[in-house]
């Protein structure tokens, strides 16, 4: 214990020490340390509505995402809080006793969770335990309208997304839709990235396998990775929206990468989360605008489409008209 304390005094010392140089000759001081930014892989998603529809909606939903000039970054949870609260107000006004005590607490923290993972395929009843959560850590909320509360904004959050992002919701269904028809063929989903990568979905039936002998000296487990077994049409179904998405993250990720290599640049990734040192993050930001931009030029909805109907709609039976008559 004393050694880890002498190290951590000593790491603070050190840490003093750069920092009061820093300060004094800030230009002449080597900074080793990373600044992360964030990429937003949501932006992906929302970004398909160029793809599908041209209407005055269409640039709110793009500003809201950062994908149209703006003198100040936005923020689409804040965009959907306020969305949220326009509606809340409107009840109010009605009567809504609900909507009345959530007057004040409809904020940007609780709708953030909900709003982020509806591209992962969330449900209302997910959005409202999530919803629940945030609510019941505010301490001047009365518990007494937790469950009316959370079921209220949940239902308010997904009808200011269903506004906002129309189109992308749209997507998002087909994705689904085309899964649920993929799986009920008998076969996983797959696809292949802008890079050439072929992806399969590896969510299969789950089979019971029990090794050893009896009792205690046994190991019961479970196998749902063997494409000799029929596909786990729920999985398969939720999973494609936020697999797909991710696809084009890794894809996004790996342009940037292989680009600030070529710029002599150190970085580092996480997700959507990339490092570089401080002086090369307005090259890595120039970088990382510069490929997203160049991904989403291609037709990649279009080149998706055509790889789905050329991998499972021309299978002897599985005509298109078969498949169209499954819905």
């Known amino acids: 214990m004393q050694r880890h304390l002498s190290q951590a005094s000593s790491c603070m010392q ?32 929302y970004n398909y509505i160029f793809d599908s529809i041209i209407s005055p909606v269409l640039s709110l939903c793009a500003a809201s995402v950062n994908l149209e000039p703006s003198d100040v970054p936005q923020d ?21 006793r609900v909507a009345q005590v959530l007057e004040g607490f409809v ?17 209302r009843f997910g959005g409202r335990l999530q919803i629940e959560k945030r609510i019941r850590e505010l301490s ?11 079921h209220y904004l949940v239902r308010q959050v997904f009808r200011s997304l269903q506004e906002m992002f129309s189109g992308s919701r749209a997507i998002q269904h087909w994705l689904t839709e085309s899964a649920r028809l993929i799986s009920h063929m008998g076969s996983a989903v797959e696809w292949v990235t802008p890079l050439g990568i072929p992806i399969i979905q590896p969510y299969h039936q789950e ?32 999973g494609f929206p936020p697999n797909f998405i991710h696809s084009l993250d890794s894809t996004h990720m790996m342009l940037t990468a292989l680009h600030c290599y070529r710029e002599g640049l150190t970085f580092v ?22 490929q997203f931009v160049r991904l989403h ?11 789905l109907v050329s991998r499972f709609c021309c299978k002897g039976k599985f005509s298109w008209a078969y498949l169209r008559s499954l819905f």
């Not at 689409?76 to 809504?96: H, N, P």
């Not at 009896?214 to 939720?238: C, E, F, W």
């Open 297 to 307: 030029s291609q037709q990649i909805l279009q080149d998706l489409s055509t790889f």
């Open 269 to 290: 990734s996480v997700h959507d989360c990339f490092w570089t040192h401080a002086a090369h993050v307005p090259i890595m930001n120039q970088v990382c605008r510069e």
């Open 76 to 96: 689409v949870y804040s965009d959907v809080a306020v969305q949220v609260e326009v509606f809340r107000r409107q009840d109010a006004r009605r009567g809504s």
């Open 140 to 150: 001047d909320f009365p518990q007494e309208f937790l469950w009316d509360a959370s």
């Open 14 to 45: 050190g840490f003093c020490s750069w920092s009061a140089t820093a300060l004094e000759s800030p230009v002449r001081t080597a900074s080793r340390g990373r600044v992360r930014t964030s990429s937003v892989h949501n932006q992906h998603i």
């Open 207 to 238: 089979i019971k396998v029990k090794q050893g002998g009896r009792g205690l000296q046994s190991v019961s487990y479970s196998v749902n990775a063997d494409s000799s077994l029929k596909p786990n049409k729920l999985k398969q179904k939720n």
């Open 107 to 123: 904020t940007r923290k609780v709708v953030k969770q909900t709003v982020m993972t509806v591209v992962y395929g969330v449900t």
